[in-house]
């Protein structure tokens, strides 16, 4: 039985509708991210499945049970907020148990279930103070703290990240990836980082426009984009996406006389004349000693930035831009025109009208 | 520029609002001081030093501890009850419902009226032979004749603890209803999650943002219900029999009713002082409320 499963959710706002009919089935243990830029619809599916906004439409089922209409507190889930919610008034201690306080779980049972979080966590040392006196993870901390004490079959993550600064969330998320190993919980988790996506997530729901433009495990969605945005949304830089034409021999780009010549398996996809967008990973090229080496783009270097761990090169292949992620150690300078090439293995096509993935 | 000019031109720009403060204020008060301590009358000469005699008298004068009771009561249970109508009301202008903007309007009425004309409002409202109290309670089957509530020592306090609750619940439930808007809607969230009930929702989620803001209102409502003169004074002048006479009222009375200057003087001293603890009781709750939910 599938721990969690939304079944053609829909929500509207008078003519406006946010959410277009998802469906996804969750099994135990799995760590779902929901993955897509502000007004996607990501959070509106993280408040029907707590409870907090009601669907227009389809059903949610947790451990099989139906949950549209009860109450969040009956829905067996627990909750992180990007703004921890922590209550101010009350000792990090008391946060932590404050659903069980609620449930009247016996005060012994209740003390041994905040002592064990607190360990597990590694706060046992700041269960007296109040939220107040907490630095921004700490609070983070005891917000999870809150969530997994209840163990509860679902756990809903809303953005806890986004007010760490940049250490702390990489150092957080390390964090949450360890709890989940270790735990095994049922997670759904949304963001619009796609970092986080890639390095939490067992499966990625990539979400556009109140749809999901692709569901699957962080490889397909990086190796095999199933769509145009899903291809330029995950992935940092974004991926290189070129216009062209299909030709006999292949794919000629707009403004030049370069043509990419198509691996086989674009073959029965791309016929000649269909206007087509070629996508490349910045990280898929490398420096090539001459155009001839096929397939390769002659590209005018515009910028270079040392980032520290590589060289980030923009620049342009016959007016289109051109990113391209390189060992630091490159010699390269702004004005050169340099020649890069990429396996064939690392090309995606696009139909220019669709916007979905070809072959 | 050294801290010493900076000082001095400090110094330099409040002096004409300091000039103004002391001949509108200080000078008042240095002569009610001064005045406290003689027999002087409201007119004629300016009296004889007689010392602490004016305090001693006022503190031990029968009159004085009935009109301090009575000042108290009116105090502590009209702003208690503002403070419950307040909050409630706030509550319920929180929800989302049809007409919400109309009624919270509608609700800043009672507290814009001038204090004359909700006085005088009430006093038909009360009134023993046309008054729509008495004509709902005895239509009702609640009352069997008509009552001169503001004629009888037994009820006149509570009618005017009535009509001044409704005037002022109003400003209180606007300072609520602000503070409950601050609320962040992720902790109300992760209450419903949790499983609190309307009522751990509201103490342990929504009252801590409503302390400080009530807090000053409570300051501010109990230190104009401790003084409290016009709408008394409109609607019973003290009386009947001194039952509704609070300090301030006794304050008009020996001031210049009996045209006793001094002794009004020491009696208005005393109801600042005790307003004055009153305000750093509360002062020094809004610091330790602030320090808590910082």
Redesign the interface.
């Known amino acids: 039985m599938s721990a969690l499963e939304i079944e053609n959710i829909r929500k509207t706002y008078g003519a406006l509708e946010t959410l277009k009919g998802i469906d996804i089935s969750l099994e135990s243990g799995e760590f779902l991210v929901l993955l897509g830029s502000s007004g996607c619809g990501k959070s509106t599916l993280l408040?029907i499945i707590?409870?907090?906004a009601e669907a227009s439409g389809g059903d949610i089922r947790i451990g099989g049970r139906s949950i549209l209409g009860v109450?969040?507190?009956d829905r067996d889930?627990?909750?992180v907020?990007?703004?921890?919610?922590?209550?101010?008034?009350?000792t990090v201690h008391r946060n932590i148990g404050?659903?069980l306080e609620?449930?009247k779980v016996p005060v012994a049972e209740r003390e041994k279930a905040v002592q064990e979080t607190a360990r597990l966590l590694q706060i046992e040392n700041l269960l007296d103070r109040?939220p107040?006196q907490l630095s921004g993870g700490q609070r983070q901390r005891v917000a999870i703290g809150?969530a997994l004490v209840r163990k509860p079959r679902v756990f809903l993550f809303d953005e806890p990240l986004s007010n760490l600064d940049a250490k702390l969330r990489m150092e957080t998320r390390t964090e949450l990836k360890r709890l989940h190993q270790m735990l095994g919980t049922t997670i759904v988790y949304v963001t619009h980082d796609q970092i986080e996506a890639m390095t939490l997530a067992t499966r990625i729901a990539v979400m556009r426009n109140g749809r999901i433009e692709q569901l699957g495990t962080p490889e397909e969605v990086y190796d095999h984009p199933a769509t145009l945005y899903v291809a330029g949304f995950v992935g940092s830089p974004p991926m290189n996406v070129l216009d062209g034409v299909v030709t006999g021999e292949g794919v000629q780009l707009d403004g030049s006389a370069t043509v990419i010549t198509l691996p086989a398996r674009f073959k029965n996809a791309a016929s000649a004349g269909r206007r087509v967008k070629l996508g490349v990973r910045p990280e898929a090229l490398r420096l090539a000693a001459d155009v001839a080496e096929s397939p390769a783009l002659a590209v005018e270097i515009e910028v270079v930035e040392l980032t520290g761990p590589e060289l980030v090169i923009t620049g342009r292949v016959s007016g289109q831009k051109v990113t391209a992620c390189l060992p630091p150690r490159t010699k390269l300078s702004v004005g050169m025109k340099q020649a890069f090439g990429f396996d064939e293995d690392a090309l995606h096509l696009f139909d220019a009208q669709t916007e979905l993935a070809l072959g | 520029m050294s801290g010493t000019s900076m000082t001095t031109r400090a110094w330099l720009l409040m002096l004409p609002l300091l000039a103004v403060m002391i001949a509108v204020i200080g000078w008042p008060l240095a002569d009610t001081v001064g005045l406290s301590f003689t027999d002087a009358k409201l007119v004629g000469t300016a009296g004889n030093f007689v010392g602490i005699d004016n305090y001693v008298k006022t503190l031990t004068s029968s009159s004085f501890q009935r009109t301090l009771t009575t000042t108290t009561i009116f105090a502590v249970i009209s702003v208690f009850a503002e403070m419950i109508l307040g909050v409630l009301a706030a509550l319920l202008l929180n929800q989302q419902f049809y007409g919400r903007t109309v009624l919270r309007a509608l609700m800043i009425l009672p507290w814009a009226l001038p204090t004359v004309v909700n006085a005088t409002l009430w006093r038909l409202i009360y009134n023993p032979e046309y008054g729509a109290l008495n004509a709902a309670l005895t239509q009702i089957g609640m009352l069997d004749a008509y009552r001169s509530w503001l004629g009888e020592p037994g009820t006149a306090l509570a009618s005017l603890i009535i009509a001044d609750c409704w005037k002022n619940f109003p400003l209180v439930a606007l300072i609520a209803l602000a503070a409950l808007q601050a609320v962040?809607r992720?902790?109300t969230?992760?209450?419903?999650?949790?499983?609190?009930?309307p009522f751990?929702r509201f103490r342990?989620?929504i009252l801590?943002y409503l302390a400080g803001p009530l807090i000053v209102a409570l300051v501010l409502r109990t230190i104009e219900a401790f003084k409290v003169f016009d709408i008394i004074w409109v609607m019973t002048r003290g009386g009947p029999a001194n039952s509704t006479r609070t300090l301030s009222i006794l304050v008009y009375q020996e001031a210049f009713s009996f045209q006793r200057a001094g002794s009004g003087a020491s009696l208005a001293l005393i109801v600042t002082l005790l307003v004055a603890v009153l305000a750093a009781v509360y002062a020094m709750l809004v610091r330790r409320t602030a320090g808590?939910?910082?």
């Open positions: 408040n707590a409870g907090l109450h969040p507190k889930i627990a909750m907020f990007q703004s921890y919610a922590l209550y101010p008034n009350l404050f659903g609620m449930r109040k107040g809150r | 962040p992720d902790i969230a992760a209450s419903l999650v949790d499983g609190a009930g751990a342990f989620v801590p808590s939910t910082a």
